[in-house]
């Protein structure tokens, strides 16, 4: 495989992503459950924290509404979790699992401690410091994103880097 260095850095990050969803996908269907790596997030937000809104959620997990909402969607669609009104304010709704979401998460238990022991082990074979390096990362961004960045560089002024592109790289 050929490495392109820091210039294809999101690229290669987006493909380790994918290798890792793949095997955690693969380890879903071995054990016959029916769960996406993508739904992790959400659903165990809802399991350790719910109910919750979509912007709670969203909020917790630093990712968009829109992302929290198409995992909403795929969610209620299993019947894992349903919705309902907000008691404070009944035009928001709240999402909570549902009783087959519960037996859901307790029999995935067992096989996220497994996911969470091979991660451990993978991350101190080949990157034992990845996670804090990782935030480190994230620091650097929320001080100031790659575009930005890139636009020092390439001398533009702020008219020219407006908007924020850091999620796409």
Do not use: N
């Amino acid at each position: 495989m050929v490495r392109q260095g820091a210039g294809a850095f999101g690229s290669r990050l987006r493909r380790l992503v994918e290798r890792l969803d793949r095997d955690v996908h693969a380890a879903y269907q071995a054990s016959g459950e029916r769960f996406e790596p993508r739904w992790y997030g959400v659903f165990t937000s809802l399991r350790d924290a719910g109910p919750l809104t979509v912007g709670e959620l969203a909020q917790r997990l630093g990712i968009t509404h829109a992302a929290v909402s198409q995992v909403r969607t795929a969610l209620e669609r299993e019947k894992l979790i349903a919705s309902e009104a907000d008691p404070q304010d009944g035009r928001r709704q709240r999402l909570k699992l549902t009783a087959r979401g519960r037996e859901t998460a307790r029999r995935l238990a067992p096989l996220w401690a497994a996911i969470q022991a091979a991660a451990t082990q993978v991350l101190a074979e080949g990157a034992p410091t990845l996670l804090a390096d990782l935030e480190g990362l994230e620091q650097a961004l929320d001080r100031r994103g790659l575009r930005a960045r890139i636009g020092d560089t390439l001398h533009w002024d702020d008219s020219d880097v407006s908007g924020d592109l850091d999620e796409d790289v």
